[in-house]
Every structure is written in C-alpha cells, then in structure tokens.
C-alpha cells in the first residue's frame, strides 16, 4: 500500500474508533460548481473527503463509515460508473482498481446502487453524520444536504448529526506527511512573495504584482492558491478583505501581500509588506512595531497554553506600540487600528478545523499576524508567518520568507 492510501487508511480507522454504534458517518465530495452554461469553476475537493480518501478529481462520490458491520465491512465508497463519452471529452476516468490503490478502500460500489444495496443500513434507530459545511450559507447547496434529503425521504425515522467533529481533531495534528506539503506550499509561497518586491519598482498596477506571483508560483508546477489573493497598495492595505488588486501604485506607497500557494490541498498563508520604492522612517517605524509583536507572539508558542492567550498578548503588546506611535490617546482605542485575531489554525482549509478555547498540541500549525492599520496614514502593516507547535514550542515555518529586513530597505 502507498504511503498516502496508509495514511487515509488510518483516518478512516480513526473516524471508526470515534462511532457510537448506531451511527454511520456519510462523507461526500464536493460537486464541481457552476459558472455559465457548460463552464464550471476550477473544481476544489471537500477538504475532508480528500482527508479521508485521498481522491481530488473524482466526482461525485460518497464515503460511508459505520460502527456496526454491514454486509461484513465497515466502510464503503461508492463512485461514478465508468462513462466513456465523458471521457473521451475530458479525459481519463478512474477506474475501481486506481481508486483501491489511491485510497485503501476495497469496498466500492458504484452510486446508482445506493438505495438497492445500502437501503437496510438506515433502520429506525440509526443516526447519520454528515459533512455538512458549519458555516452554512444557505445559498450554497453542499452535496452532503443532497444526501440527507434522500435519506430523510425514504427513512424518516433515522436522526442526523455532524460529521465535522469525528475529523476536526484529527485534522489539527498534522503527521509528516502533511507537513511535507505545507512546506512546499510556503516555499513556493516565498518565491512568489520574492518575486513581486523584485517587481514592485518597475510596474504600475496591483494586478501586475498579483500575475508576477502566479506566474511565479506556476512556474514551480503549482496551479491553485488556497484563498483569493490580497495585494493591497497604500490605503487598500487597511480594508482586510480587500480583493479587487486592481489599483495603482503609489510612489510612497506600502504594498501589503497576503497570499498562499495549495499544494495537495494544503495552503500556506503568509503576509508581507514591502515598499514600492523604499520606506520613509514613518512608515518603517509602523513596520518594525508590528515585526516586533509577530517575534514575541512567535515566541510565547508551546505546548500546553490556551490558543486564546496568543489573541490577548498580541492585543497587549500592539496596543502598547500604538500608543508609542501616537496612532491612538487611550487603550481601548485599539480596535480602530487592529480588529481581528491574530491567529487561526492552517492547513486544508486557510481557516482551518479546531476552537481558540483549546490547548496548543504538538503538531498543529497556526498562523501569527498581528497588524496596525492606519486609514489617515495611508498604510495597512500585517505580518503572518505560519507556525508549527513542536513538543518544546515551536517552528517557524516561513522563516525563509524574509521580513527582517532593514528599515529603509529598498
Ligand atoms: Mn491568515
């Protein structure tokens, strides 16, 4: 078996060890979504099917787990029939022989048989878990809700819940192998970060700094980012979600980039600020008050503290730099400078699975981005660096992305 088929393996075993016995747990995969007549945005798997299968292309599919053996086993897959048209127009299907090998799985089924053969699974007393998405916006229809209308209809005894906790856990602590992709994922991250201060001085728009890092990152064979890419010029940088990157640059200005290449599925999330040109002492101040809180929220990372602390200390010590910089009079003013946490969890999803109200664990990678934004002064400074606890504290993940940089750098 493959390194990575083990590896899906054991989450599903996992998923197992975790099941009441009446409980089955349904996990689907995502459907390809829709932009205009025939054509279809680029296809992204549900974060945890691929978690627990290893499949990225496949669609539409349906993996089921269950505590109580059913026709001797207790996991499932069923996939899409083989369609020859289909692939003569888009290319090779997977066949039941690559998918065993790919995901571990021997039990596949194809879907149109899923009521014939699994229907006696769903007796009275049963409860479904799905993957439903928790942030569920109701005008996305994920597949998972296709599937307990189904269920719903033809059993409407059998109760519901989530199947999202059985695999958050597990997603936080990320083995080597999942390490391995994050690190791929932050060094072409960092080249195409690189890329764009090489370019800043010569170009004139946001969006020629956006192409110079995808062609940067393609490049290095990666295709897909895991979120939509900010790069935010003097003002732009104080609007957090700022995403149009189509303005032009400033002389003056700072250039705020927050960005992450996907490897495997895997995303890095790393923020820069570099100067157009060069910084004015001002601005570099402003810069190295935030480097200053991103090196000591680094540091307080260890095993064994609340994630929320890293949220209070960073609030503490940008506070204190803001009143330094006579950005504001009182402490409570902060949050019309910095308004968000300056952590999250990081991995298939940008924002991944897991609560601030837990304990920090070896193997979890976190994000650290403390940030100063100042509308009247034209510039947003954020730092982010991707962080692994280690059983002794911690890794700084994109240490080889630089920003000790000096003041004035040009
Ligand atoms: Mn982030």
């Given amino acids: 078996m493959k390194i990575d088929a083990d590896f899906h393996k054991r989450k599903r075993n996992a998923i197992l060890q975790q099941l009441n016995n009446n409980e089955i747990a349904i996990f689907t995969s995502s459907y390809p979504a829709w ?9 992204r798997q549900d974060s945890n099917f691929y978690y627990l299968t290893g499949l990225w292309e496949l669609t539409p599919s349906l993996l089921i787990i269950t505590a109580e053996g059913f026709l001797g086993s207790n996991e499932w897959l069923l996939i899409p029939r083989p369609d020859e048209v289909k692939a003569r127009w888009d290319g090779g299907v997977e066949t039941k022989e690559s998918i065993q090998e790919k995901t571990g799985l ?3 089924h194809y879907w149109d048989e899923f009521e014939l053969k699994f229907g006696r699974m769903f007796s009275s007393q049963k409860k479904v878990l799905l993957n ?14 296709t599937i307990q209308e189904k269920i719903r209809a033809a059993f409407p005894l059998v109760s519901f819940g989530s199947a999202n906790p059985l695999t958050s856990k597990l997603r936080q602590l990320k083995e080597n192998h999942e390490l391995s ?40 064979g990666v295709k897909e980012q895991g979120y939509h890419p900010i790069i935010a010029a003097g003002k732009n940088a104080t609007v957090l979600h700022y995403s149009e ?57 260890k095993p ?34 910095y308004m968000h ?29 403390p940030g100063l934004y100042i509308n009247k002064e034209n510039i947003g400074i954020r730092i982010e660096d991707d962080v692994l606890v280690t059983e002794t504290g911690f890794e700084v993940l994109t240490s080889s992305v630089r920003k000790n940089l000096h003041p004035n750098f040009s």
Wanted: proline fraction near 4%.
């Fill in 181 to 220: 992709k994050i690190r791929r994922a932050i060094e072409v991250t960092g080249a195409g970060i690189e890329k764009m201060k090489q370019v800043a001085p010569t170009v004139d728009f946001e969006y020629e700094l956006e192409a110079a890092f995808v062609h940067e990152i393609k490049r290095h």
């Fill in 132 to 145: 439903i998405p928790e942030l569920d916006f109701s005008y996305i229809h994920h597949p998972a809700k």
């Fill in 341 to 369: 946490r300056v952590s999250h969890f990081l991995g298939l999803d940008v924002h991944d699975v897991g609560q601030y109200t837990q304990l920090l664990e070896p193997g979890m990678v976190i994000t650290v981005e």
């Fill in 245 to 301: 990157n189509n303005q032009q640059l400033g002389d003056h200005d700072c250039i705020l980039v927050d960005v992450g290449a996907e490897v495997d599925g895997y995303s890095a999330d790393i923020t820069r600020v570099f100067p157009k040109n060069k910084m004015n002492d001002r601005q570099a101040a402003i810069y190295e008050a935030v480097l200053r809180v991103n090196e000591k929220v680094i540091k307080a990372i």
């Fill in 304 to 337: 064994g503290i609340v994630y929320q602390s890293l949220n209070d200390l960073a609030k503490e010590l940008l506070t204190e730099e803001a009143m330094k910089l006579k950005l504001i009079q009182l402490p409570s003013e902060i949050t019309n400078v």
């Fill in 35 to 43: 932009k205009t007549h025939d054509q279809f945005f680029p296809f």
């Fill in 106 to 108: 021997s039990n596949l």
